[in-house]
T-cell receptor, first 113, second 113 residues
Framework: GENVEQHPSTLSVQEGDSAVIKCTYS??????FPWYKQELGKRPQLIID?????GEKKDQRIAVTLNKTAKHFSLHITETQPEDSAVYFC????????????FGPGTRLSVLP | KAGVTQTPRYLIKTRGQQVTLSCSPI?????VSWYQQTPGQGLQFLFE???????NKGNFPGRFSGRQFSNSRSEMNVSTLELGDSALYLC????????????FGPGTRLLVL
């Protein structure tokens, strides 16, 4: 089945710096890759997603890139702010083995003022 | 539109008991997925329901079951509770089944003593 790895597990950056989180997946048939942000005690919220027919997508300070050949996708956050501090999860949609969404283990991002 | 709602929000049970959790999707959404979130295992897919039919099931024992009603509301049931079932149970809804944007509910935090 699908396996999603995510790095780093924790990331600390200074306010205003950029943050990059990378995920790799194993099933080349996976075709949809969302990113979720989960603040402490709250529900995961979708922040950006990308489909396999697109290489890059941007929404203001957030961007996602996808490399299908290498089977990895990355989340880029520019001009980080303290409110960006949260746990970020990547996921890959897998249908061959009925796993639906397979999530990465998460990255705890801390933005230091 | 109202978001995904889950009831109850918190629950304390003892080993051997059973529990039923409820999820009401966003109006118009026909697919409901359930996830278990724990610090050790992260976010794991339980099952997905679409049009009252279980579409996929994750790698969980048969003690975990669910159903979906004609109004798309879904319930999940866990029988013969074990200590390891303590977790945050999240449901997510999407318009249709498949690799579509999912919106999460606030979760039900279950503690098994």
């Amino acid at each position: 089945g699908e396996n999603v790895e995510q790095h780093p597990s924790t990331l600390s950056v200074q306010e205003g710096d950029s943050a990059v989180i990378k995920c790799t997946y194993s099933d080349s048939a996976s075709n949809y890759f969302p990113w979720y942000k989960q603040e402490l005690g709250k529900r995961p919220q979708l922040i950006i997603d990308i489909r396999s027919n697109v290489g890059e997508k941007k929404d203001q300070r957030i961007a996602v890139t996808l490399n299908k050949t290498a089977k990895h996708f990355s989340l880029h956050i520019t001009e980080t702010q303290p409110e960006d501090s949260a746990v970020y999860f990547c996921a890959a949609w897998e249908d061959n083995y009925g796993q639906n969404f397979v999530f990465g283990p998460g990255t705890r991002l801390s933005v230091l003022p | 539109k109202a978001g995904v709602t889950q009831t109850p929000r918190y629950l304390i049970k003892t080993r051997g008991q059973q529990v039923t959790l409820s999820c009401s999707p966003i109006s118009g959404h026909r697919s409901v997925s359930w996830y278990q979130q724990t610090p050790g295992q992260g976010l794991q897919f339980l099952f997905e329901y679409f049009s009252e039919t279980q579409r996929n099931k994750g790698n969980f024992p048969g003690r975990f079951s669910g159903r979906q009603f004609s109004n798309s509301r879904s319930e999940m049931n866990v029988s013969t509770l074990e200590l390891g079932d303590s977790a945050l149970y999240l449901c997510a809804s999407s318009l249709v089944a498949g690799p579509e944007t999912q919106y999460f509910g606030p979760g039900t935090r279950l503690l098994v003593l």
